[in-house]
């Protein structure tokens, strides 16, 4: 099966103050892999990443102090229907060129804002659990970016 990315660009961004309080020097990373419905005669995808960063300690009522998403859209060779092989090294790098897509622009937005740069390594992500409340989405990756 050929993958082709024809064509990606920025859903949308968001970044705001961090609230930092005592003992929340830690800023998280998680991200997941989204699919529209694919055209009729099922080669033609769209694939959105979300990405959003945390401050603080893994909890259930956590707000991103910052988030984005990247649209993809690419197109497959023979029919194909992403939601069946999530775990396809084709949609990995689509995670991964997603969210340093979403950094670096994250990043200039902290540049222009006057916050500190936000460093991003996506060697270090590692993928959590399948697919939450029945969407169809790829595993989570989540990264611990910096501790104090």
Do not use: Y
Not at 47 to 63: M, N, Q, T
């Amino acid at each position: 099966m050929q993958f082709d990315v024809s064509r990606d660009f920025l859903d949308g961004i968001m970044l705001q103050q961090p609230q930092v309080g005592e003992g929340n020097a830690e800023i998280r990373a998680a991200g997941q892999l989204h699919f529209l419905p694919s055209s009729p005669d099922g080669t033609m995808h769209t694939a959105i990443v979300s990405f959003a960063l945390f401050i603080g300690p893994e909890s259930k009522d956590a707000k991103p102090f910052a988030q984005g998403g990247w649209r993809f859209l690419f197109t497959t060779d023979a029919k194909f229907d992403p939601k069946s092989d999530p775990q396809n090294q084709f949609f990995g790098n689509i995670l991964v060129v997603g969210s340093g897509k979403i950094m670096a622009l994250l990043n200039n937005l902290c540049l222009h804002a006057g916050l500190p740069l936000i460093p991003f390594d996506p060697s270090r992500m590692f993928v959590q659990g399948g697919q939450q409340n029945g969407t169809a989405a790829a595993p989570a990756p989540q990264q611990v970016i910096q501790k104090a």
